[in-house]
């Protein structure tokens, strides 16, 4: 399967400061990659979509102003949290699909990054 | 929107036995179906799929059934190890669109040695 990674794997900051996490999907071209937060013991909860070239879909009660997408190029997406406070420590996780098929069938499957634990202190 | 409820949310098995894990799902327009398996502290990794126009699939010691008519899919695990020890989520995806699946709560599966 496609293989899709992250970095940082995890990070500790200082709460106010702004953490940037990558998302590269490294043997294919990523059109479309997703971004999902994830408490513990819970399930994934989609934050945003991003597409290349264009702005980020944001998911209802995601604050667009405090968690910024760039997707600028068709490997690698970012997740920007702007003045993270604790309440935003979580495990962030990235998905990226799979560019659709000849004839303009797209392609279902999402493949997960390995995800970046961040704790805000 | 989709509803995708999961169960049971814990399973508990000895090595060897089989283990089952149940999804149903709302909408009847969803026409993809992932399994995800997630390891502590790690992404979760595909394991399986089914479109709707198969019943089953089996990879191995890994199979999928499907039935559309009722709207639940199941994930079955012969000859346990304890290395499937991990949370196991199913999901359901309509054809079209953005293709934005909706993820079940989740199954965390222990396998005893």
């Known amino acids: ?73 068709l490997t690698l997406s970012t997740l920007t949290v702007t003045s993270a406070h604790p309440e935003d420590s979580s495990f962030y996780i990235c998905s990226a699909r799979e560019p659709g098929l000849a004839g303009g069938q797209s392609r279902e499957t999402q493949y997960f990054g390995p995800g970046t634990r961040l704790l805000v202190l | 929107g989709e509803n995708v409820e999961q169960h049971p949310s814990t399973l508990s098995v000895q090595e060897g036995d089989s283990a089952v894990i149940k999804c149903t799902y709302s909408d009847s327009a969803s026409n993809y179906f992932p399994w995800y398996k997630q390891e502590l502290g790690k992404g979760p990794q595909l394991i399986i799929d089914i479109r709707s126009n198969v019943g089953e699939k089996k990879d191995q010691r890994i199979a999928v059934t499907l039935n559309k008519t009722a709207k639940h899919f199941s994930l079955h695990i012969t000859e346990t190890q304890p290395e499937d020890s991990a949370v196991y989520f199913c999901a359901a995806s309509p054809s079209g669109g953005s293709y934005i699946p909706t993820f079940g709560r989740g199954t965390s599966l222990i396998v005893h040695p």
């Not at chain 1, 513990?40 to 702005?55: I, V, Y």
């Open chain 1, 1 to 73: 399967g496609a293989v899709v990674s992250q970095h940082p794997s995890r990070v500790i900051c200082k709460s106010g400061t702004s953490v940037k996490i990558e998302c590269r999907s490294l043997d294919f071209q990523a059109t479309t990659m997703f971004w999902y937060r994830q408490f513990p013991k819970q399930s994934l909860m989609l934050m945003a979509t991003s597409n290349e070239g264009s702005k980020a879909t944001y998911e209802q009660g995601v604050e667009k102003d405090k968690f910024l997408i760039n997707h600028a190029s």
